[in-house]
C-alpha cells in the first residue's frame, strides 16, 4: 500500500529526470567520431611567411595539445578569441590553429587585431584537411592528449564556462595522467 | 500515352537537374555521375541537417559532393565512398543509418511504453471489474438499507 501511493511520484521524477537531461542535450550538434582515434594524417602549409605550418606529427608530440580550427569571416571565432589567449597562457599548453577556408590576408587581419594565440597555424584552404577530421562548422576546438589521441571535440565558441567546466578539469586530468 | 511519357520525361529531367546538385564540375562519365547522385541523395548534409548533401546549398555539402565524385572517379564502390564519409562523420551523415544497438532503442521504445500502458490498463480494469462484482456481506446489506431508508425518510420530509 505504501509503495503504490508513492507510485505516481516515482514516475512523475523518473519522467522529470528524463525531461531534464533532454533539456541539455543539443540535437544539431553533429557527435564527432574521432574521440579516441589518433589525430589524421595531415601536413598543412602555413598560413603565411609569420607562422608555421601545422602536421600531424606535430600533435604527436608529449604534453596537452589543443587545436582550434577558425576562420576570419567566422563571428563566433571572434567571440572566442578572448578564452583561446586564456587557453594559450595555461602552463604547458600548446595551442594550434587550422585556418579554415579563409583569405590569407583576412585571416592575417583578423589575427593582427585581435592577437595571434597559436603556435603555428596550418593554412587549410579547400577545408579537406577539416574534413578529415570531421569539422563540420567553424569553430570546432580539440583537446589531443600526450600520445597524440584526440580526447574532446568542442563545437561552437568556447565561453568562459566551457573554459572553465570543461576545458581546464580536462586539461588537469590529462596532466595528472601523462 | 507511353510517348507522352517518354516526352515528359525528356523536358522534366534536365530541368530536375538544374534544381538540385547545382554543380560545376560533373563526372564526364554519365553512368559515374548518376551513381555519384544517387550517392549524394542518402548523404546527409551536416549543416542543414535535414537535407541531403544532393538538395543542399551549404558550402561544406558542396566540398562533400565534390569528394564523392572524386571517389567514384577514382573507382570506389558506393559501399567504400559511405565508409570514408562515415569515418569522419559517423553514421549520422547516412539518412538511412545501419541498425544497431542504439537504433534498436528507438525503434523498440515506443513499442515497450504501449505494451506497459496496455498491460497496465488491463490490470486496472481487471481489478475494477473484479470489486464491482463482489457481492455483499449480510452485514453490509444490512447497513446499506438503513441508510438507504434513512435517505428516503429525509426525501419525504418537506
Known sequence: MRLKSLLPLLV??????????GLGLKPREVPTVMIGRAVPEFDLPPLDAKTQGLASATLR????????????????CRVEHPQ????????????????????????????????????AIGYDRGGRVS????????????????????????????????????????IDRLREGA | MRRLALILAIVVYPLMALAVGVDEARLSDPALEARAR???????????????????DADLAKDLRHIVRERIAAGDSDAAV???????YGDWVLLDPPMNARMMVLWLAPLGLVVVAATTLIVVLRRRRREAAAPLTAEEEKRLRAILSATDEEAKRP
Open chain 1, 84 to 119: 583561446l589567449s586564456a587557453l594559450k597562457n595555461i602552463p604547458g599548453i600548446m595551442l594550434y590553429g587550422i585556418n579554415y577556408k579563409d583569405n590569407v590576408a583576412d585571416a592575417r587581419a583578423f589575427l593582427d587585431s585581435l592577437g595571434d594565440p597559436f603556435a
Open chain 2, 82 to 88: 559511405r565508409r570514408y564519409l562515415v569515418d569522419r
Open chain 1, 61 to 76: 608530440a608529449p604534453g596537452v595539445k589543443i587545436v582550434n580550427v577558425f576562420a576570419s569571416w567566422c563571428v563566433p
Open chain 2, 38 to 56: 544517387d550517392l549524394m541523395k542518402e548523404l546527409r548534409c551536416l549543416v542543414c541537417q535535414n537535407q541531403s548533401i544532393d538538395e543542399s
Open chain 1, 12 to 21: 512523475f521524477v523518473a519522467l522529470a529526470a528524463v525531461l531534464w537531461i
Open chain 1, 131 to 170: 574534413i578529415d577530421w570531421g569539422v563540420y562548422g567553424v569553430p570546432e576546438t580539440y583537446v589531443i592528449d600526450g600520445s597524440g589521441k584526440i580526447v574532446y571535440r568542442h563545437v561552437g565558441p568556447i565561453s568562459d564556462d566551457d573554459l572553465n567546466d570543461k576545458f581546464k578539469p580536462l
